[in-house]
């Protein structure tokens, strides 16, 4: 006789429970992960992981002296530094103290895609007259890889030798996650048919 039961009926692998599992679990720590700037990662940090934390590399800074007739950045620590901070004031040796404020920013939806940030140089004077041109392009051009050295990134010093301002870049990186955040999404998604199957 012959056998008249249908043929069982296989599921796809993708619509089944340990495959919904998976890519659940996948989902949820790309969710759990996602960076506080974004939308979602705020809202997440804000309801489920508080926490106070500062990406920002810590503002770099020198003073600007002249020495036998050449400009130099001089740190902290370096004794004419000292004497300057003790109260010495020649304005043609203490040229002005230099510094940076990067006050960085990043932004995207579900992962960063974009990140701003100041490149401009702070030029603080005892005089009340502005450094000139030709001792500001030289300070920059000193400054710039003096705080490249000092943890700022590479791509923020080259912005900033080349003047003052706000850049914006955008996060490929960041984009590449949400693809395949998304694809993940989907997956879940379609892996769920096991349900109504």
Partial sequence: MPDTQPPSRRRPW???PLASLVLGAVL???VLTLPAETAVGGFIAEKLRPEVHCDAPRAPMAYLVREDGALRLAEFDDPIAQAYRAGESDPEVYRAI???????????FWAITRASFDHSIRVRRRVDEALPKAELATARAMFAPYAVERGLSPEMGRYMAQ????ASLIRWDGYLRNIG?????IGFVLSLRWIIN
């Fill in 14 to 16: 993708l619509a089944t």
């Fill in 98 to 108: 230099l510094n940076c404020e990067p006050d960085i920013t990043r932004s995207g």
């Fill in 28 to 30: 949820l720590a790309d």
């Fill in 181 to 185: 955040s998304l694809l993940v999404a």
């Fill in 163 to 166: 003047g003052d301002g706000r």
